[in-house]
């Protein structure tokens, strides 16, 4: 058998005629012709299809293109007119500080508008024109962080004047575990109750912050001491 297989493997293939040869490359010929029609149909027949994609892809690229230079140029322009506002203030150019981050407030949206507009309602407090930026930010801010920032700034304006029941509704917002102020909003009502001397209202927000072991160390040593 090893003999065989040996004998075999030594056995040259047959060398193709000259005939041979010339069919194969009449198929092979004949093979791309077909291929080429095929391709030549599908192209014909869905030529319009192929075209509005060719279109579509060309429209999707410019516009990608385009929205990331429009970001690019946005946010340099936020960049500069956040640095135009801080270099006024530094200059003790107070008014006209305002003025840029007020404008940047109203061109820029998201967190950097809330902040602009944080920054320029500080501005109008320092220089007593009042708390109506502060209550368009607690009221119409688009990050949770800089409304609720808003609202207890309010609180320490306004607290003097409103009731402890008063007080507790106008930090209502805060007063949720979704709140990044949750536990000041908290201990706040507490200390409003306290001098109103309710101490029933005041001890259940003071030990809803002590039995809370997520609550910040130095904010429930407040409320322990308070209690």
Known sequence: MANMLSHNKNIKPAKKTTEEHAEDA???EITEEVHAEKIYNFVKKYMRVLIAGAILVVIIVISFQLYRNYRINSANAQAKMFESA????????????????ARAAAKISGGMGDLALWESAIMDLRAGKGIAKLEKLAKDG???????LALIRLSSIRGDSMSAKEFEDLLSPVL?????FYYTGMLLVSQKYISAEDKDNANKWLDKIISDKQAPAVISAIAESLR
């Open 26 to 28: 009449l198929y092979r």
């Open 86 to 101: 801080i270099a006024k203030r530094a200059n003790g150019n107070m008014a006209a500080a305002d003025e840029e981050f």
């Open 142 to 148: 688009s990050t949770r962080d800089f409304r609720d």
């Open 176 to 180: 949720t575990e979704k709140s990044p």
